[in-house]
């Protein structure tokens, strides 16, 4: 399939026949209605603008319609009319540098004379494997220019390579150092969110070196919900004693004053029992000091007291309770 087109951008107009493959669209390629448009066709490794004004499977007939073509364009403009009967060339007519006096004969002589007609066609040709020539020498300098530029890209490529090198050996020292970094950060982390960890960071030591420790929120809790240092004394201590550790016991283990034939029960844990006792003082103010007075080591003794008493009375009550039971 070929068209007939005409070059919009050329002046004096120009007419060739190109395959249809030449359109620049390949959505045009398959239409029907190419007739009377303007389409892009590919010439000479370039996109130019052409007017269909016929499409046939014929070639040779297309190319007999734009001589006709020319020969009218000529006639129109007065000019000299040069045909190219080669295939794909642009059918052209170029205007004439006669004086204006000369025309009607210059025009009648070519017309009339063969001869001089086929001399003008003989410098076209000419002219045109100067054009060539010329364009072959262009690409010889393209191709020249494209060499130095693989070359030189070979090159930056090696130095890039060498680079590289260079980086990537740095890259991987401090892919080590981050390593080793990440793995100090990660034992340090589990360290510091392991429930053993937390809990020794929240908790409370009841009395120094004992080992017994409760977390902080619930020693606040305790003593809020307490009216009372005896009532904190025994919420404590019913915190840190089971049922089983009161059971059967007492709070000191000493013998009755009151009862002869009494037999005294073993004491609870002395370590746990003296750090409830000595929490609850230190709670409520009673703390020793170097410059602790007379007078306040009686008030202290007071509160141990009544402390006693209380966790004295309530053991009693416990054991009462699992002997009903």
């Given at each position: 399939m070929f068209l007939l087109v005409r070059w919009i951008n050329d002046?004096?107009?120009?007419?060739?026949?190109?395959p249809i493959n030449s359109v620049a669209d390949g959505k045009l390629r398959k239409s029907r209605k190419l007739v009377r448009t303007t389409v892009g066709i590919t010439w000479k490794?370039?996109?130019?603008?052409?007017?269909?004004?016929?499409?046939g499977s014929d070639r040779s007939d297309l190319e007999a319609k734009a001589d006709v073509l020319a020969e009218r364009e000529l006639a129109q403009i007065e000019t000299s009319l040069v045909l190219d009967t080669r295939t794909g060339r642009k059918r052209t007519c170029a205007s004439s540098n006669q004086p204006s006096s000369s025309k009607d004969s210059s025009k009648a002589n070519n017309l009339t004379?063969?001869?001089?007609?086929?001399?003008?066609?003989?410098?076209?040709?000419?002219?045109?494997?100067?054009?060539?020539?010329?364009?072959?020498?262009?690409?010889?300098?393209?191709?020249q220019t494209l060499q130095l530029q693989v070359a030189q890209n070979e090159q930056n490529e090696e130095q890039i390579a060498a680079s590289s090198n260079d980086d990537l050996e740095a890259l991987?020292?401090?892919?080590?150092?981050?390593r080793k970094k990440?793995?100090?950060?990660?034992?340090?982390?589990?360290?510091?969110?392991?429930d053993a960890s937390w809990f020794d960071f929240e908790a409370v030591e009841l009395l120094n070196g004992s080992g017994i420790k409760l977390h902080r929120s619930e020693v606040s809790a305790l003593q809020t919900m307490s009216a009372s240092m005896t009532i904190f004394a025994r919420n404590l201590f019913r915190r840190v004693f089971s049922s089983e550790d009161i059971s059967g016991h007492s709070l000191t283990g000493r013998r009755s004053t009151s009862?002869?034939?009494?037999?005294?029960?073993?004491?609870?844990?002395p370590l746990k029992r003296d750090a409830v006792i000595e929490f609850c003082l230190k709670?409520?103010?009673?703390?020793?000091?170097?410059?602790?007075?007379?007078?306040?080591l009686r008030k202290r003794k007071s509160a141990k007291t009544s402390i006693i008493k209380s966790l004295s009375d309530y053991?009693?009550?416990e054991n009462s309770k699992l002997k009903a039971f």
């Open positions: 002046r004096p107009k120009t007419w060739t026949v190109v490794r370039s996109i130019q603008e052409a007017l269909v004004l016929e499409a004379n063969p001869s001089k007609r086929l001399s003008r066609a003989a410098e076209i040709d000419c002219i045109l494997e100067h054009l060539d020539s010329s364009n072959n020498s262009d690409d010889e300098i393209e191709d991987q020292k401090k892919f080590k150092i981050l990440y793995k100090d950060l990660k034992k340090d982390h589990k360290l510091c969110s392991s009862l002869q034939n009494h037999v005294p029960l073993p004491s609870v844990d709670t409520y103010g009673y703390e020793i000091s170097a410059s602790s007075s007379k007078k306040f053991i009693r009550e």
